[in-house]
């Protein structure tokens, strides 16, 4: 059974600070989502990276698919209260999405 | 981008009916369309997978008899919740499959049983 683990489940800032998310597995996957999603919402993904080593940058948002695909990361800089949300990171594996439990992310002004 | 559309929304009903809900690819044709079910501080769970033309693939767990899933056409799966109870409660999120790996997410329906 492939398993994602990430953490922190749950990460509350102040506007300014840097964060960084994790996702992590024992299993090789051909790709590796990040979705956020607001609640009541659906998830609206942000980013694929498919490299091992990949790195995507979306604003103060950067993404990193680990060099073995079994690992990534997504870093925030210079956190706003838009960027409030669960971020939830899922791996790829024949057209099926195996989700992280998520991050909740709590950004004050 | 990619657009994926859900109707309704938000629904409640009576304990004992049966609720449709309707997922739709706006913009592009998707073979392979997924249910997700979501509780409250939770991560996604997935349900089944459907593919049109063809039987849906439900997950461990998950009553295909009480989950009935249509993809009837390359843009619309449906999700009937049969004789639905309290504990159907839920956030019902569907994705459309687009590329090899790429899910594109409806904006979830929330389904309140009395």
């Known amino acids: 059974t492939q398993l994602l683990e990430q953490s922190p489940q749950f990460l509350s800032i102040q506007e300014g600070e840097n964060l960084t998310v994790y996702c992590n597995s024992s299993?090789?996957?051909?790709?590796l989502q990040w979705y956020r999603q607001e609640p009541g919402e659906g998830p609206v993904l942000l980013v694929t990276?498919?490299?091992?080593?990949e790195v995507k940058k979306l604003k103060r948002l950067t993404f990193q698919f680990g060099d073995a695909r079994k690992d990534s990361s997504l870093h925030i800089t210079a956190a706003q209260p838009g960027d409030t949300g669960l971020y939830l990171c899922?791996?790829?594996?024949?057209?099926?999405?195996?989700f992280g439990k998520g991050t909740k992310l709590s950004v004050k002004p | 981008g990619a657009v994926v559309s859900q109707h309704p929304s938000w629904v409640i009903c009576k304990s004992g009916t049966s609720v449709k809900i309707e997922c739709r690819s706006l913009d592009f044709q998707a073979t392979t369309m997924f249910w997700y079910r979501q509780f409250p501080k939770q991560s996604l769970m997935l349900m089944a997978t459907s593919n049109e033309g063809s039987k849906a693939t439900y997950e461990q767990g998950v009553e295909k008899d009480k989950f009935l899933i249509n993809h009837a056409s390359l843009t619309l799966s449906t999700l009937t919740v049969t004789s639905a109870h309290p504990e159907d409660s839920s956030f019902y999120i569907c994705s459309a499959l687009r590329a090899t790996d790429t899910q594109y997410f409806g904006p979830g329906t929330r389904l309140t049983v009395l």
């Open positions: 990276v498919v490299t091992g080593g």
């Open positions: 899922a791996g790829g594996s024949q057209g099926n999405l195996i």
């Open positions: 299993s090789v996957f051909s790709s």
